[in-house]
């Protein structure tokens, strides 16, 4: 699966799309949130940031790790 990264107000992350169009919130009780980061963390997803741009899986991992 890839993601990219949704931009927001003042610049920050507000969400995450998914490659199947799914629009996935920053909540951690939100399970499609949860599995993205699960995905992130074992390597098997790729992240892209907010202009399309694919993300190492080193930087994919320390990006995820610092949303809630």
């Keep these: 699966m890839i993601y990219k990264i949704s931009i927001g107000l003042n610049n920050q992350p507000c969400g995450i799309c998914s490659s199947d169009a799914t629009a996935i919130p920053l909540d ?7 599995r993205f980061k699960r995905e992130i963390e074992a390597g098997t997803a790729e992240l892209q940031d907010e202009n399309g ?16």
């Design 28 to 34: 951690p009780a939100n399970t499609d949130y949860a």
């Design 53 to 68: 741009q694919p993300m190492s899986a080193t930087d994919a991992k320390a990006y995820v790790a610092t949303l809630p």
